[in-house]
C-alpha cells in the first residue's frame, strides 16, 4: 500500500482562484517544437510540512524533495497547502530505479522537481510542469559539475527505459544541463482511480468540497466586519 493513498486527490478546477490560476489545469502550452501539451488537473493536496516530510513516494523517495520550491515559485504556491500533481507517482518510481542502477543515493534539489507554469524556471512545456521531471545535482558523493559526470549518468538514465529522456551536458541555460542531471518522462497526466472524468472542465463555483476550503471561508467571514442597520 503506498503512503500516498493517504494524500487526498484534488480537482484543480475545484481550487480557489488564486491556485488554480497558478496551477492552469487543463490549459494548453506549446512544446519547443511547437507542439501544444495540456497541463495536469489531478493533484495531491499536501496539507503541511509534517505530511509532506513523513510520506514516502518509494523506499528513498519522500514527497518532501518534488515539492521543495524558493521564490521562484507562484507566491500563492510557496505555502501550504501545496499541490504536486500526481504522476509524480510514476517520477519517483523510475527514480528508485534509476537509484538502484547508480548504485548511490540520488539528492533532487531546490526548485528541481515539481514546478508550476507560473514558476520563473517554467519555459515552453517542461515536463517539470507536470510533475514528471527531476533535475539531478549530486548522486552519492559525485558533485555533478563536470562532462563526464553528467553523461556517464544521463547513460545509465536512458538505459532504464525508452520512456526515461535526458538533458544533454551544455551551457545553453534551459536547453542543456552543465550542473545537474535532467531525468524526464514526458507528458504523463495521470487520472486516479478515485477520479471521474465526467465532470465539465470548469470551477465548480460555490461548492467547496474540501475542509480547508470551508476552513478558509469560515475565516473569511469571521473577519469581515460586523454591519448592523
Ligand atoms: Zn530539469
Redesign the pocket.
Known amino acids: 500500500m503506498s503512503e500516498t493513498q493517504g494524500l487526498k486527490v484534488v480537482d484543480a478546477f475545484d481550487l480557489e482562484d488564486e491556485i488554480r490560476k497558478a496551477l492552469k489545469p487543463g490549459e494548453l502550452v506549446f512544446d519547443e517544437q511547437g507542439r501544444r501539451h495540456r497541463l495536469p488537473r489531478y493533484f495531491y493536496e499536501i496539507p503541511d510540512h509534517d505530511v509532506a516530510m513523513n510520506t514516502r513516494l518509494t523506499p528513498h523517495f519522500g514527497l518532501n524533495e518534488f515539492i521543495f520550491v524558493d521564490f521562484k515559485e507562484d507566491a500563492h504556491l510557496q505555502a501550504f497547502p501545496k499541490y504536486v500533481p500526481c504522476a509524480v507517482r510514476v517520477l519517483a518510481f523510475f527514480l528508485e530505479q534509476f537509484r538502484a542502477a547508480a548504485g548511490a543515493s540520488v539528492h533532487v534539489q531546490v526548485n528541481?522537481g515539481y514546478r508550476s507554469p507560473t514558476h520563473k524556471m517554467s519555459f515552453n512545456a517542461?515536463p517539470?510542469m507536470w510533475g514528471t521531471?527531476?533535475?539531478i545535482y549530486r548522486i552519492g558523493s559525485t558533485i555533478l559539475k563536470t562532462r563526464d559526470a553528467i553523461e556517464k549518468f544521463n547513460d545509465i538514465a536512458e538505459d532504464l527505459s525508452e520512456d526515461v529522456h535526458v538533458?544533454p551536458y551544455g551551457h545553453i541555460t534551459g536547453k542543456a544541463?552543465d550542473d545537474h542531471v535532467?531525468i524526464?518522462l514526458g507528458y504523463i497526466t495521470l487520472v486516479p482511480r478515485e477520479i471521474g472524468e465526467d465532470r465539465m472542465e470548469q470551477p465548480q463555483e460555490n461548492r467547496p468540497r474540501f475542509a480547508f476550503e470551508d476552513r478558509r471561508k469560515r475565516e473569511r467571514r469571521a473577519a469581515e466586519p460586523v454591519t448592523s442597520d
Do not use: E
Request: charged fraction near 20%; hydrophobic fraction near 40%.
Open positions: 528541481g517542461s517539470h521531471a527531476a533535475d538533458l544541463a535532467h524526464d
